[in-house]
């Protein structure tokens, strides 16, 4: 554990440094779309909320593949990406099967890759595009720092509820 902490922060540890067993895990996340917030809970209690970007047609559900929209519903935090073209990523379990069957209702695909994650590694507009604004394909995404957090503070399968 020790180790991959080093790694992710991307320096030595010292005796008085933060290690992840130090932090809280959280049992549920709920995104609140309208409010731009993620918030990590355990027994119902807030443990820390973070600012959040959306994908670039925020309102709505997402209903089908490059509609640009984060989707809404009850889904669970299901794999970790270190190597993504984004600071981190964790993977939400969109499309359930529910989601599929609208889409396919539809005919359409129903997309998938949702994630939450951190900045682009490779940045093509300005700090403050990425900060003030949604600019996402569907996923979720916070500050680099944030993403650490969120990391640290989720174990997997962690349960997600994405509100309008």
Aim: glycine share 10%; proline share 5%; net charge negative.
């Amino acid at each position: 554990m020790l180790g991959s902490v080093a790694v992710l922060c991307g320096f030595g540890l010292s005796a008085g440094d933060v290690l992840a067993g130090d932090f809280p895990l959280a049992d549920k996340i709920i995104v609140e779309k309208g409010q731009r917030k993620l918030h990590l809970l355990q027994k119902d209690k807030v443990l820390k909320s973070f600012d959040i970007a959306l994908g670039l047609v925020p309102t709505g559900d997402k209903h089908e593949e490059g509609d640009l929209k984060t989707p809404e519903g009850n889904y669970n935090l299901d794999a970790r990406n270190t190597s993504s073209d984004y600071f981190l990523s964790i993977h939400v379990s969109y499309p359930n099967a529910d989601d599929v069957r609208k889409a396919e209702a539809r005919g359409v695909s129903a997309g998938g890759q949702i994630m939450i994650h951190g900045q682009p590694n490779t940045p093509t507009y300005s700090d403050a595009y990425y900060r003030l604004q949604d600019w996402t394909n569907g996923c979720i995404a916070v500050s680099n720092s944030d993403m650490i957090d969120i990391w640290l503070m989720t174990p997997n399968d962690v349960p997600i509820e994405i509100r309008p």
